[in-house]
């Protein structure tokens, strides 16, 4: 069983930059592929960015290309979402998640963190 917390939100303004943060615990964290999802007032989760347990491979949704950089420490069990050029469409709970297999299926992910807000003002 892994357990996930996040950490990091807040309110920024458009153009702003946060760095999330997500603390793994009870599991071999670096046995998993790690991922960012969000999801913003009456719309579905959505996938963001994931990264392979080797930290090698990245995938982002086409949103948020040239913005966001998902990272990961393993030595740390922490994997973290940098996020860059903030946007008030990016206003949404982010959630971290773990994977057997790097996907970009918000189904596909086995184990969440309980979310952080990110609030970005026009």
């Known amino acids: 069983q892994v357990q996930l917390v996040e950490s990091g939100g807040g309110l920024v303004q458009a153009g702003g930059s946060l760095r999330l943060s997500c603390a793994a615990s009870?599991?071999?964290?670096?046995?998993?592929?790690m991922g960012w999802s969000r999801q913003a007032p009456g719309k579905e989760r959505e996938f963001v960015a994931v990264?392979?347990?080797?930290?090698?491979?990245?995938t982002y949704t086409d949103s948020v290309k040239g913005r966001f950089t998902i990272s990961r420490d393993n030595a740390k069990n922490t994997v973290y979402l940098q996020m860059n050029s903030l946007k008030p469409e990016d206003t949404a709970v982010y959630y971290c998640?773990?994977?057997?297999?790097?996907?970009?299926?918000?189904?596909?992910?086995?184990?969440w963190g309980q979310g952080t807000q990110v609030t970005v003002s026009s």
């Open positions: 990264i392979s347990w080797s930290g090698i491979r990245t």
């Open positions: 998640a773990a994977a057997i297999t790097q996907t970009i299926v918000v189904r596909q992910y086995d184990y």
């Open positions: 009870g599991g071999t964290f670096s046995s998993y592929a």
